[in-house]
């Protein structure tokens, strides 16, 4: 039964998951989450998008009938989590460890409503091609590596390093849009796909 929570605070600061719930109709308001995002030790990649996409949702008080989304994205090659290039040699280390491999990206998804908070998490794996030292060059001068996960953007220019992917591609943009409706349709909160009357 949806618990009636019609409005809907995106705890993020990312525009491509706000434009993904754009996608889906659904209308937010913007409160991003301020809290720390590092690693705890021996943590794994599913235990880590989890933990900081509840604490992303806990992060930001619920207004009166409304609910928090919070979301987070790791992009992992041999157990390691790859955040933003803090720097050129960052992003060209970053490149160098996708390039002709196989990685996992972890999503996880929070929706903190009055009544309870739910997570989900996805995992995608995506295939690279080799890639050129020229290219990557090219790429890293451009502005689309610097506030991505993995120092690439599937949505962008980045796409063209991708082979193929096993899972969800919205996924890797920062947001699972299959999961996300399940999540929001829980709670009450409309989308372009639902029945103004309230049938799914």
Known sequence: MPLNCPSLILASRSPRRRELLAQLGVVVSVIPADIDETPAPAETPWDYVERIARQKAAAVPPRAGSCVLAADTAVVVDGDILGKPANLDAGRQMLRRLSGRVHQVFTAVALQSPHELRVICT???????????????????????????????????????????????????????????????????PSALDDPAGDA
């Open 123 to 189: 995992e995608t794996r995506v295939a690279f091609r080799p890639l050129g030292e020229a290219e990557c060059e090219r790429y890293l001068a451009s502005d689309e590596p610097w506030d991505k996960a993995g120092a690439y953007a599937i949505q962008g220019l980045g796409g063209a390093f991708v082979e193929r992917i096993d899972g969800s591609y919205s996924s890797v943009v920062g947001l699972p849009l299959c999961e996300t409706l399940a999540l929001l349709r829980r709670a009450g909160i």
